[in-house]
C-alpha cells in the first residue's frame, strides 16, 4: 500500500483543503479520521451464576372438595356467603327433614317390636329347658324354641340397623362442609330438588391457604442437566435447589419462595415433558386457581459462568448471536457467541468468550466494525440512557 499526495486546484483546495488519499487495489480511499468515538465496554469475569429456570406453571389448590346432597330432597335454606371463608363442618344447606323424620319414628318402632319378640321368646327357650330336664318336653321342642329365640335376636339387630340408617339419612339432610377453605358460588337454589338418582353438585370449597404451582420441564433439558451435574460443568445447588420462586403474570416477583415437592415419575407422550409441583404459601389470597405464573427454580449452579447484559448481544443476517470484542489496539471485531439463558437480565455465554474480554455493550451507532474506539468502563445504570 503506498500514499502519494496529489495536487488539486487552486479553488478546490480552498474548499477541500489537503486530502491524503491511500492506494490499495487501484482505488483512492480516504484514510481513517482522527476522531475516535467512546463506548461503553464490559471486561468478562467468570463468577458462581446459579443454574435458574423459569418455567410456566398454574396455580391449583392443596385441597378442593365437591360439596354434594347425599340424599334426595328440596333445599329449605342456604345458609353461606357466596366466595366466603368457611370451617369444616360448618352447615351449607338444609334439606327438607319431614320424609326422614317419619322414616326414623317407622324404624324406632319396628325395632321396638323386634326387642318385644326377642323377649318373649327368650323366656319360651328357658322354659322349655326345665321342661326338656323333668322330661316333661322333648328335646325337639327344646331346640325349636332356642332357635326361634335366636331368630328373634336376629332381627332386633336388622331393625337397629334400619334404625341407624334412617338417622344417618336424616342427619345428611343438614349438608355441612367436608374441609375449610374458600367456598364458590351456589350452584342449587332453595327450592330445587336434588340428590333425585345422583349426588347433586351443590357448591365447591378450595382451600388456599396455601397452594400449588404445577409446571413442566421437557425431559431432553432434565437428562442435558444431570449430564452438566455428572461432568462437572455445574455443581449441586444443594439444600437451595428444593426453593423455588414464582413470577406473576405482570412481572412481578411473588413475595414468598416457596419449596419443590415432586417430581412426575411418568412422562407425557404428547409434549416429552415431566410435570413438577411446588407449594407456596398464600396467607393474603393472592394467589388463585388457574392463575397464570412463571416458575424460577434452582437447579445446579456454574462455578465459572461468563455473562453479558442483553443490550450487548446482536443477531446478523443468518439469526446468529454475536457481540462486538475489543483487540488490544482497541479496534472493535465481531465475534459470534452461543448463548445459554436469561439470568436477571444477563446472556449466559456457553461458546464464543473467554475470560479477559472486552466486549462492547453500549456505543454501537457511533462505530462499524473495524474502527478504533476509545473504551471506558460500562456501568449497569447507564443502560437507560445507551439506548
Do not use: C
Amino acid at each position: 500500500m503506498i500514499a502519494l499526495r496529489f495536487a488539486v486546484p487552486l479553488a478546490l483546495a480552498s474548499v477541500l483543503g489537503p486530502v491524503l488519499f491511500v492506494w490499495s487495489d487501484s482505488r483512492a480511499v480516504p484514510a481513517e479520521s482522527g476522531n475516535v468515538q467512546t463506548v461503553g465496554v464490559m471486561t468478562m469475569v467468570p463468577a458462581t451464576r446459579p443454574y435458574l429456570r423459569e418455567l410456566p406453571g398454574r396455580i391449583a389448590p392443596t385441597r378442593i372438595a365437591e360439596v354434594r346432597a347425599r340424599v334426595p330432597g328440596v333445599v329449605m335454606v342456604r345458609t353461606f356467603e357466596q366466595g366466603s371463608e368457611v370451617a369444616a363442618g360448618d352447615v351449607l344447606y338444609k334439606l327438607d327433614p319431614a320424609p326422614y323424620e317419619v322414616e326414623l319414628s317407622a324404624t324406632q318402632a319396628a325395632l321396638e317390636k323386634a326387642m318385644a319378640v326377642l323377649e318373649q321368646e327368650t323366656r319360651q327357650a328357658q322354659r322349655m329347658e326345665a321342661l326338656v330336664a323333668t322330661r316333661a318336653a322333648s328335646q325337639a321342642q327344646a331346640e325349636a324354641a332356642s332357635a326361634a329365640a335366636r331368630q328373634a335376636k336376629a332381627d332386633v339387630a336388622a331393625r337397629k340397623a334400619d334404625v341407624a340408617r334412617a338417622s344417618l339419612n336424616l342427619d345428611y339432610t343438614t349438608i355441612r362442609a367436608p374441609i375449610g377453605g374458600r367456598i364458590g358460588r351456589a350452584l342449587i337454589t332453595e327450592g330445587a330438588l336434588v340428590g333425585q338418582g345422583e349426588a347433586t353438585h351443590l357448591a365447591t370449597i378450595q382451600q388456599i391457604s396455601a397452594v400449588y404451582a404445577d409446571f413442566t420441564q421437557s425431559v431432553a433439558e432434565m437428562h442435558q442437566l444431570r449430564r452438566a451435574l455428572a461432568s462437572g460443568d455445574l455443581e449441586s445447588a444443594g439444600p437451595e435447589a428444593a426453593k423455588v420462586r414464582l413470577v406473576l403474570d405482570n412481572g412481578e416477583a411473588y413475595a414468598h419462595d416457596g419449596k419443590l415437592l415432586f417430581s412426575d415419575s411418568t412422562v407425557d407422550p404428547g409434549t416429552g415433558q415431566v410435570t413438577l409441583r411446588a407449594e407456596f404459601p398464600n396467607p393474603a389470597g393472592d394467589l388463585l386457581p388457574g392463575m397464570y405464573v412463571r416458575v424460577q427454580i434452582v437447579q445446579g449452579i456454574d462455578p465459572d459462568a461468563l455473562a453479558v447484559p442483553q443490550q450487548a448481544v446482536r443477531r446478523n443476517d443468518a439469526g446468529m448471536s454475536e457481540v462486538f470484542v475489543l483487540r488490544d489496539d482497541n479496534r472493535a471485531v465481531v465475534q459470534p457467541i452461543r448463548l445459554g439463558r436469561v439470568i436477571h437480565g444477563n446472556w449466559l455465554i456457553e461458546e464464543g468468550l473467554k475470560p479477559g474480554d472486552r466486549v462492547v455493550v453500549d456505543g454501537f451507532q457511533k462505530f462499524v466494525a473495524g474502527d478504533r474506539v476509545a473504551p471506558q468502563p460500562w456501568q449497569a445504570e447507564r443502560r437507560a440512557d445507551a439506548r
